[in-house]
């Protein structure tokens, strides 16, 4: 068996087969010299592992009966009790994520490494796969080290986030080729570029909780609430990380799309607006500005009443109600001029890929291509942050080699004559 891919969902795929099939040859085929970069970067180097909940609903794309099925069959709490045995404990923090309590992404992939290796999986760093085809029940794999031959082939090769971690997209063509549908992809979870010389510009760093819709075909798709942070280009952190799929998908989709913050969360234009009223009565010689700073930071304050054109030092007594309206209105639907995304580059993760229809989640095993296994992120699914991504490669490398494993005493086969690698 090859796995083509050594990340977190290969690993997986790896060790679960080997634990569960220890006669099986397992050969993880990856183009870096060393496997595992996106762990190592994940989470500020740190690696959030998992969250301590994680259901379908903490997934977009693909079908959410397919991805249930998948986490289920491996969830947090087995996540977290595989983790302990191969010697990382792991402790919670804000929002519910799951590190190692070393608070080292190293140790996570050493880990996973030591495992693999101790269960007999051979991988094969500084291997890159550029072709497969599938030839009268093999698998014909070109390589830079060579030919290599297998009844069963793992896709383990990620998504296009991160590019410089070996995610380079080359998983869709090989599935394209021997038959799969790829869903358009975009960049996920990356930060956002907004147009112009706006708040962004003021506030860079400046960090506040807020809740963010993203408006499509002039409906509200989503609303997001988390932390924003603002920066030099345009904004970052969860809440903007999140609602980018959400305007990537709808442009690449051609429908109208746009985002709003408010800065309230929760709150609506009456409601806000009704309480500067009662502000203004109680409060008549406090300045506006004295005011709004207990809303928000008074940095993002003085941002946006210059933005409205409003003097920070007018008193409640005197401050206009057209002028009032238009802070209510700038408070809980404040438009975003969203440019365009950080890109690949910057993207934690990868939405769109290998259509989940045509993946048997009892096994991850293709439908359209006898042999041929699926797990990660290539496929058509993509998690909100704080660990989900993750979750769904250890979930679906659970899957794929729980089933590799039981039928291993049907794969044969052999190593093809001249190969440096012994798969099946």
Known sequence: ???VGGGAAGLATAIFARRAAPHLSVTVLDG???IGAKILVSGGSRCNVTNRVVTDRDFWGGRASIVRHVLRAFPVDATVAFFREIGVALHEEGDGKL????????????????EAGRRGATISAGCRVASIAADAGRFSLTTSRGPVRARVVVLATGGQSLPKTGSDGAGYAMARALGHTIVPTTPALAPLVLEGDGLHRALSGVSQDVELAVWIDERVGIRLPGALLWTHFGVSGPVALNAS????????????VRVTVNFLPGATLPAVDAEWTRRGAAHPRT???????????????????????I???????????????????????????????RGYTYAEATAGGVALTEIDPASMASRVC?????????LDVDGRIGGFNFQWAWSSGFVAGRALA???????????????????
């Open 1 to 3: 068996m090859a796995i």
């Open 32 to 34: 870096a010299r060393t």
């Open 99 to 114: 590190f190692p309590d070393s608070n080292r992404s190293r140790d996570v992939l050493a880990a996973l490494v030591a």
């Open 245 to 256: 799929r959400h305007w990537l998908r709808a442009r690449i989709e051609g429908r109208a």
């Open 287 to 309: 300045t506006v500005l004295s005011l709004l700073s207990r809303d928000v930071p008074t940095s993002m304050a003085r941002a946006m009443l210059d933005r409205l054109a």
């Open 311 to 341: 003097a920070p030092d007018t008193t409640a007594a005197h401050f206009p109600r057209a002028d009032r309206r238009r802070l209510a209105q700038a408070l809980v639907e404040y438009p975003l001029p969203v440019a365009d995304s």
């Open 370 to 378: 006898d042999g041929l296994h699926l797990v990660g992120e290539i």
């Open 406 to 424: 039981k039928g291993a005493g049907t794969l044969g086969g052999g190593p093809l004559h001249g190969s440096r690698f012994k798969v099946q």
